[in-house]
């Protein structure tokens, strides 16, 4: 679709091995958001610098990493997925500490019900915590493909 690296793909791939279940897959679609929000608001209570009067904190630093990630080995979806995310993290940085909690915990609580009660597998990241990245763009390439027409 919007291509990736082959080790990128490959990963992707394995990713969707354990999240097979539709119910799984609703539970992330709302989980893996909510995670990225929460963590924004979380990691923003931590400033490193101010730049140019702004506040630099660990959630513009991780961020930042993690979408040079997605552009370097997803490509386009890289792309997508990286606007996207800045999205949510500019969202979370928007939010009180109580709701980016409650966004955090509540998105991981969705994530361990998908598997507990839907997929009966644990975790991708339990085996390989790079996972934790990849969850994200593999939503985005799922909600691409449900969007895309059939072939």
């Not at 966004?103 to 969705?110: I, P």
Request: net charge positive.
């Amino acid at each position: 679709m919007l291509g990736a690296t082959a080790s990128m793909q490959a990963r992707l791939d394995e990713y969707g091995t354990f999240h097979r279940a539709f119910g799984n897959e609703i539970c992330h679609a709302f989980g893996i958001p909510s995670i990225v929000a929460g963590a924004a608001t979380l990691l923003g209570l931590v400033p490193l610098v101010n730049v140019g009067g702004a506040p630099l904190t660990l959630a513009e630093v991780v961020s930042g990493a993690i979408i040079v990630f997605y552009l370097v080995s997803a490509r386009g979806l890289g792309l997508v997925t990286s606007v996207l995310m800045a999205a949510l993290v500019a969202l979370g940085r928007t939010l009180p500490a109580a709701a980016g909690a409650v966004l955090f915990f509540g998105g991981w609580a969705l994530q361990f019900a998908g598997h507990a009660v839907y997929e009966k597998r644990s975790p991708a990241f339990l085996r390989n915590l790079l996972h934790l990245l990849v969850g994200p763009a593999w939503l985005v390439e799922r909600a691409l493909a449900r969007l895309s027409p059939a072939r």
